[in-house]
């Protein structure tokens, strides 16, 4: 008898026909947002889930899902899983990185853009019908080419938005990560490590792209705001929480820092209510892979580690493949 999945997120109908031809599955089309409870009752006789950002996979859920064997994450971060309590209870998580790589960079970058040069604000100012004269000084933002710019957190997407700032706006690029770069990744993102203190003393635009870990929780907080220089911008395209957005805002409204660009909120789809009401902030709802093509690939991949994994025992990108050598 074929396995029973549930993809517990609307996803591309293509996807669902795939999954068809291997498992019986179950679907949320309407994309009905569970609670934790009816997620642990969607799952009773499952062996997989397609997963999103969006579902916790915790112990608790874990214990009450005893025929769960694999969670397939259709996003490269996968702070939603309890990995460890995954590990101990020989269940498989998989995620989506490579895919979304360059799609992503390219988010960033654009969220950078944006923000230097102020442009969401000045559509705001526009659209309100303020717009009756030039002014020498007129939304006037910061330079993104020629400048530094730093990157927290240098995996495949960091080493994009590097790339995209030394070859395409001769920017001189400096990063800071719990890893260097090889000699040769570094010449080619044409980038220097540095300390996080340099880094945030030096950066003339300062974007996060780190993995959220505790370790990594609040990374950037009022004593780091507070080495940043004046003038400088930041951006956050990683995860809510790696930034402590109370006092990011607080370091926006004294103009301790310029600006930031957020694609991620610490509790989102919530926002803070103090950045919500800043004009120097760029704020967009968690899209940074979100074009069609770069989320059709995203989902085949975690279709493709449910059939990998359950059908042949081979999952494509294992997150804990410890898992794989217990069972064996
Ligand atoms: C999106 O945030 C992802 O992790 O893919
Ligand atoms: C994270 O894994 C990345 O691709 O940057």
């Not at 074929?2 to 997120?9: C, D, F, M, P």
């Not at 579902?55 to 859920?61: F, G, K």
């Not at 000045?122 to 019908?129: I, K, N, V």
């Amino acid at each position: 008898t074929q396995a029973s999945i549930l993809v517990a997120r609307a996803v591309f109908p293509e996807t669902l026909d795939f999954l068809r031809r291997h498992f019986e599955v179950e679907n949320n089309q309407a994309d009905a947002i569970w609670s934790p409870a009816e997620l642990r009752q969607k799952l009773q006789g499952k062996a997989g889930v397609l997963t999103t950002g969006s579902e916790r996979i915790d112990a608790a859920l874990l214990d009450a899902c005893p025929q769960l064997k694999i969670c397939a994450n259709m996003a490269v971060g996968f702070n939603n899983f309890d990995v460890a309590a995954m590990t101990a209870r020989g269940v498989l998580g998989t995620n989506t990185p490579d895919v979304l790589t360059e799609t992503t960079a390219d988010f960033g970058f654009a969220l950078l853009m944006a923000t230097a040069r102020r442009m969401t604000e000045s559509e705001h100012f526009l659209r309100a019908g303020q717009w009756n004269k030039w002014a020498i000084d007129m939304f006037a933002g910061a330079d993104v080419h020629g400048s530094t710019l730093g990157i927290l957190g240098m995996g495949r997407i960091g080493q994009g938005i590097a790339r995209r700032g030394a070859h395409g706006f001769g920017m001189n690029v400096i990063y800071h990560n719990r890893s260097r770069l090889s000699p040769e990744l570094e010449a080619e993102c044409k980038a220097r490590y540095v300390s996080k203190d340099e880094l945030l003393q030096t950066a003339d635009h300062l974007v996060l792209v780190l993995p959220y870990a505790a370790e990594s929780h609040h990374a950037i907080g009022a004593a780091e705001l507070a080495q940043m220089k004046p003038t400088a911008t930041l951006v956050n395209i990683a995860r809510g929480g790696i930034v402590d957005d109370a006092a990011l805002a607080q370091a926006l409204r004294d103009k301790r820092i310029a600006a930031a660009g957020l694609d991620v909120f610490e509790g989102e789809p919530k926002v803070h209510p103090d950045l919500l009401a800043l004009s120097n902030v760029v704020l967009t709802p968690h899209i940074a892979s979100a074009t069609i093509p770069t989320r059709r690939k995203m989902a085949q991949l975690a279709a493709d580690n449910l059939v990998g994994f359950l059908a042949q025992g081979q999952p494509v990108t294992p997150l804990n493949p410890e898992v794989l050598k217990k069972k064996s």
